[in-house]
């Protein structure tokens, strides 16, 4: 089932520009003008995540995010015009998982979501199998095998390879990969990202002309080409 994340501001272009962003990802959007709207709605919801202003007309929205994280497990990103460090200490204080300066990326943003929701839900632990040749994917054991034969993989091999195939058919840009891989803050080059691709496609038996698994995506980065079995 799709996660619902709760978008908070009172700004409508920019509540609509992040629900676009959201749901071509897969995400059920709710939205809310208000604080009062927002606690409504995530009493109602119950939203996997909560997107926050802290700007907002009729309550300050760090107090909201207290009152969030007191009522259960709804992950918070707050956003703020403010970018000085005491404003981003008091939104993390206030029980935020993650603060975004406006302006921002969406597709920045798009990426903390995951990474803050990848954290909170914890990982897919569920074995997974997919076509085009047989590949098993244990993500509680870090385990892979393909047509049945064991396969050794590094940490960020593993780390690529669960990304790429937890959402088959979705194109990720490196950026996205190096985030999934080693956390935003990551200072490395994103073309680090072929290099690896380059060494999962060989252990994993891949023609790289035909890759079974993990095609390339021209002028984005890479997508996972095989489908689950039924």
């Known amino acids: 089932m799709s996660a619902t994340v709760l978008v908070v501001d009172d700004e409508p272009k920019l509540r609509r520009l992040v629900r676009d962003y959201l749901e071509r990802e897969g995400y059920v959007v709710l939205e809310a003008e ?20 802290l ?15 007191g009522s259960g497990e709804t992950a918070i990103i707050v956003l703020t015009a403010k970018a000085d460090e005491s404003s981003r200490v008091a939104g993390l204080r206030s029980g935020a998982d993650d603060y975004v300066t406006k302006p921002f990326s969406p597709r920045e943003l798009i990426a903390r979501v995951d990474a803050v929701l990848r954290r909170t839900r914890g990982p897919e632990t569920s074995p997974r199998s997919f076509a085009n040749g047989t590949l098993r994917l244990d993500a509680e054991a870090r385990e892979v095998n393909v047509d049945g034969a064991p396969v050794d ?52 038996g891949e023609d790289p002309r035909a890759p079974r698994f993990v095609a390339t995506v021209p002028g984005i980065g890479y997508k996972f080409a095989a489908r689950m079995d039924a």
Do not use: C
């Open 55 to 69: 700007g907002l007309p009729d309550l300050p929205g760090e107090d909201v995010a207290r009152v969030l994280r």
């Open 34 to 53: 208000t604080a009062r709207r927002a606690l409504e709605l995530a009493k109602a919801a119950r939203p996997a995540l909560v997107i926050l202003d």
């Open 153 to 204: 993989l590094t940490r960020t091999e593993f780390d690529l390879l669960a990304a790429l195939a937890g959402r088959p058919g979705r194109a990720w840009s490196r950026l996205e990969l190096v985030t999934r891989m080693q956390g935003y803050d990551y200072e490395g080059y994103e073309r680090t990202v072929d290099a690896h691709v380059k060494n999962l496609r060989r252990k994993l």
